[in-house]
C-alpha cells in the first residue's frame, strides 16, 4: 500500500489530453516538493519534473506539473504513442522515523 | 555524460547475503546523495535507502531496517547495499540513483535525476 495514491491506469486517444493524479497528505506532498517518472517497459525510470513542475532540459513542454495541497497532477498533452509507459510521483514524508522517499504505486498509460 | 553502474545481483537463497554495487561517472559523486530503489517483478518502485554526500546521514525504508546497510566511497566514486537476511520479498530490480535536493527549514526537495540500469536480486531456494 504506497503512501501516495494514483490511478492504476488511465487512457487517452493519440493526440489528446491526459491528466494523472498523485494523492498524498500533509506530511509528504502538503509539505515538500513532487518529483514525476517515466518507466517505459524493460527500461529504468526517467524523470520527467522535478520540484512539482519544473522539467529538466531535452523534456519536451507537452508534459507539465503541478501541486494544490496534498494532491499534484501530471499533464501530458499531445499524446505519442511513445508516451505507452509507467508513470510514478514521488516526494519525501517527513512523518516517517526522520524522513522517507515515497513513491506513488504507479499509473499505466495506454494510448489508444 | 552522468552514468551510473550497478553489479553483484545474483540468486541467493533466503537468509543469505548478497553486496550490491553502484560505480558513478561524470559528475561530482561526493556532492550528491544517493539512493536504492528496488522494484519487485510486476510491480512498482519501492525507495530502499538514501546516503547524504558524506556518508553521515542515512535512511532506510522501515522493511530493510536493520538488515540492510547502505555506505559510500567518495574516493572510488562508488557506493554499496549490504543486503543481510534475505528473504523471497526482497526479490527485485535494485537500481542505483543520483538523488538531487534538501530538508530546508520547513520543506524538502528530493528527486533522482540519474538512474543506473538496475541490477536483479532473486531470493529463492
Known amino acids: 500500500q504506497s503512501v501516495l495514491t494514483q490511478p492504476p491506469s488511465v487512457s487517452a486517444a493519440a493526440g489528446q489530453r491526459v491528466a494523472i493524479s498523485c494523492s498524498g497528505s500533509s506530511s509528504n506532498i502538503g509539505t515538500n516538493y513532487v518529483a514525476w517518472y517515466q518507466q517505459l517497459p524493460g527500461t529504468a525510470p526517467k524523470l520527467l519534473i522535478h520540484d512539482n513542475d519544473e522539467r529538466p532540459s531535452g523534456i519536451p513542454e507537452r508534459f507539465s506539473g503541478s501541486k494544490s495541497g496534498t494532491s499534484a497532477t501530471l499533464v501530458i498533452s499531445g499524446l505519442q504513442t511513445g508516451d505507452e509507459a509507467d508513470y510514478y510521483c514521488e516526494t519525501w514524508d517527513s512523518s516517517l522515523g526522520g524522513g522517507n522517499l515515497v513513491f506513488g504505486g504507479g499509473t499505466k498509460l495506454t494510448v489508444l | 555524460d552522468e552514468q551510473l553502474l550497478e553489479s553483484g545481483g545474483g540468486l541467493v537463497q533466503p537468509g543469505g547475503s548478497l553486496r550490491l554495487s553502484c560505480v558513478a561517472s561524470?559528475?561530482?559523486?561526493?556532492?550528491?546523495?544517493m539512493t536504492w530503489v528496488r522494484q519487485a517483478p510486476g510491480k512498482g518502485l519501492e525507495w530502499v535507502s538514501t546516503?547524504?554526500?558524506?556518508?553521515?546521514?542515512?535512511y532506510y525504508t522501515n522493511s530493510v531496517r536493520g538488515r540492510f546497510s547502505v555506505s559510500r566511497d567518495n574516493s572510488h566514486n562508488m557506493s554499496f547495499l549490504q543486503m543481510t537476511s534475505l528473504r523471497a520479498e526482497d526479490t527485485a530490480v535494485y537500481y542505483c540513483?543520483?538523488?538531487?535536493?534538501?530538508?530546508?527549514?520547513?520543506?524538502?526537495?528530493?528527486?533522482?535525476?540519474?538512474w543506473g540500469r538496475g541490477t536483479a536480486v532473486n531470493v529463492s531456494s
Open positions: 540513483a543520483k538523488t538531487k535536493g534538501y530538508c530546508g527549514i520547513s520543506t524538502c526537495h528530493y528527486y533522482i535525476d540519474v
Open positions: 561524470g559528475f561530482t559523486f561526493s556532492t550528491y546523495s
Open positions: 546516503i547524504h554526500g558524506g556518508g553521515v546521514n542515512i
